[in-house]
């Protein structure tokens, strides 16, 4: 809601599902009274990852990026992959420092899409190989899992 209402992202625009939903759970972890810090490490999200890895296979970001509404239907393994996943690819956008530019321009550049026709493309052209940038984020994810430094 935060995205939308602040113009971060446009209702109108053909945005990924797991960009919407990765931001989203980027602000989820907060305080319950007084000011909280944005991009707090949501330790439910890398709990899940932890445990649904171990059934289910990664969701490459080629997928992640293309995935709708009608992944919410699936098994619940599954959504809370998806949910992780978005939540892992977001923070690790917005917390390695080389890549925060790319994801902003990557926000502007899709803000104009309406059909989701051009999804990879744009997302090739912001952050590079999408084989590349999928082993990126697990490196990442391994990071974060064993407590070593999330940002670059």
């Not at 972890?29 to 296979?57: E, F, P, Q, T, Y």
């Not at 293309?66 to 992944?71: G, M, P």
């Not at 925060?100 to 899409?113: D, V």
């Amino acid at each position: 809601q935060l995205s939308f209402n602040t113009g971060l992202l446009s209702r109108e625009a053909d945005t990924p599902l797991a960009i919407v939903e990765g931001l989203g759970m980027y602000a989820e972890i907060r305080k319950l009274s007084g000011r909280s810090d944005l991009g707090k490490m949501n330790r439910s999200r890398l709990d899940d990852l932890a445990h649904v890895l171990r059934r289910r296979k990664w969701i490459p970001v080629k997928e992640l990026l293309t995935l709708d509404q009608s992944i919410l239907n699936n098994d619940r393994d599954l959504v809370d992959l998806f949910y992780a996943e978005s939540w892992l690819l977001v923070d690790f956008l917005i917390r390695e420092q080389d890549r925060l530019p790319r994801f902003q321009e990557y926000l502007k550049s899709i803000a104009a899409r309406l059909n989701r026709s051009h999804r990879l493309d744009d997302a090739e052209t912001h952050f590079g190989n999408l084989d590349r940038f999928d082993r990126d984020m697990k490196v990442f994810l391994v990071r974060l899992q064993t407590g070593r430094k999330g940002g670059t």
